[in-house]
């Protein structure tokens, strides 16, 4: 009979954490290439980075809610967890910002510093699952 250390977590955590990681990792990509996009539009006058860049908005609330969720199977505490939700939370945010363009600019404004946002509390949780990931 084989008794597991306290350490040791189980293989569903061990799969949540890396399924954790891989959207960690991929909206953290898509968090750059929004900048991108929106830097065509900016810069060079791409009509098509607006259009991408509000699809891949969708892509990404779409995979806020995912890591939210699969966080919940990860052996991260809760507070982690929290947080999880929390960025979910801001990326929702995020997209009423930018419909509060034409209305609201100067509250629209604060899209970008929110993206800032974004993108250091995500660094936060993939750093948070790395840690776990390690003690696994």
């Known amino acids: 009979m084989q008794v597991s250390s306290s350490k040791e977590t189980p293989k569903s955590g061990r799969w949540a954490l890396n399924l954790y ?35 891949m908005g969708l892509v990404l609330l779409i995979m806020a809610l995912l890591l939210a969720l699969v966080g919940l199977l990860t052996p991260m505490p809760g507070r982690i967890k929290v947080v999880g939700f929390v960025f979910f939370a801001l990326v929702i945010i995020q997209m009423l910002l930018a419909s509060l363009g034409s209305s609201v600019p100067l509250v629209a404004a604060l899209h970008p510093a929110n993206a800032m946002i974004l993108f250091g509390l995500n660094i936060f949780l993939i750093i948070q699952a790395r840690r776990i990931m390690q003690g696994v």
């Open 21 to 55: 990681l891989v959207l960690a990792g991929l909206i953290q990509l898509g968090i750059l290439l929004q900048g991108f996009l929106i830097g065509a539009l900016l810069f060079a006058g791409a009509a098509w980075g607006k259009n991408l860049h509000g699809t």
